[in-house]
Nanobody, 110 residues
Framework: VQLVESGGGLVQTGGSLRLSCAAS????????MGWFRQAPGKEREFVAA??????YYADSVKGRFTISGDTAKNTVYLQMNSLKPEDTAVYYC??????WGQGTQVTVSS
């Protein structure tokens, strides 16, 4: 499966962004789809995942971020609300932690 992320950008603290991950090659429902992020100088960390109609979130984003999928568009979304400067990172989409997209930059200004 090939993954392409989009939707990143620059936003002020408290703002919102929606990231998209378009999958091609196979339907994303065949995988556990996840969002991860990597800030400068830090390791890549788990953000959220969706699989078998269940969703999972890191404690740091619970209540602010929502992961969802559209099977008709074969796309997974990450709705990010109440953004904080510490959410600044490159966000990556993954399928079963084996296939990865190229990443999209999210920058939250204070």
């Amino acid at each position: 499966v090939q993954l392409v992320e989009s939707g990143g950008g620059l936003v002020q603290t408290g703002g919102s962004l929606r990231l998209s991950c378009a999958a091609s090659g196979r339907t994303f429902s065949s995988y556990t789809m996840g969002w991860f992020r990597q800030a400068p100088g830090k390791e890549r960390e788990f953000v959220a995942a969706i699989g078998w109609s269940s969703t999972y979130y890191a404690d740091s984003v619970k209540g602010r971020f929502t992961i969802s999928g559209d099977t008709a568009k074969n796309t997974v979304y990450l709705q990010m609300n109440s953004l904080k400067p510490e959410d600044t990172a490159v966000y990556y989409c993954s399928a079963n932690r084996q296939n990865w997209g190229q990443g999209t930059q999210v920058t939250v200004s204070s």
